[in-house]
Nanobody
Framework: QVQLVESGGGLVQAGGSLRLSCTSS????????MAWFRQAPGNRRELVAA???????TYADSVKGRFTISRDAAKNTLYLQMNMLKFEDTAVYYC?????????????????WGQGTQVTVGT
């Protein structure tokens, strides 16, 4: 059974940084497409960043240049480094995994989900 567990969320002031982690059990993340999604109250779940074959990364336009997705296969952990945080980045952030190696951009493209971690950016 695959389990994804996020950590690293919290409260930070605008302009600050946070690093989210997602540890996988039951599946090797190095062989899977992985992604971070987020969902703010009243909004749809949206892609933040995805990483797939050969560690090719995709980012939402709103986070390009500020966020970096990466993974450590030895630790079986996915990361999201978030810099220059803005108020509009406030959301619950979810880690997601896919059975295949090619990343997708829609929530329906992913098969496994974490429970989410809250990120709140103060003004």
């Amino acid at each position: 059974q695959v389990q994804l567990v996020e950590s690293g969320g919290g409260l930070v002031q605008a302009g600050g940084s946070l690093r989210l982690s997602c540890t996988s059990s039951g599946r090797t993340i190095g062989n899977s497409a992985m992604a971070w999604f987020r969902q703010a109250p009243g909004n749809r779940r949206e892609l933040v960043a995805a990483i797939g074959r050969a560690d090719f990364a995709t980012y939402a336009d709103s986070v390009k240049g500020r966020f970096t997705i990466s993974r450590d296969a030895a630790k079986n952990t996915l990361y999201l480094q978030m810099n220059m945080l803005k108020f509009e980045d406030t959301a619950v952030y979810y880690c997601a995994g896919r059975r295949g190696i090619y990343s997708g951009v829609r929530p329906d493209d992913y098969d496994y989900w974490g429970q989410g971690t809250q990120v709140t950016v103060g003004t």
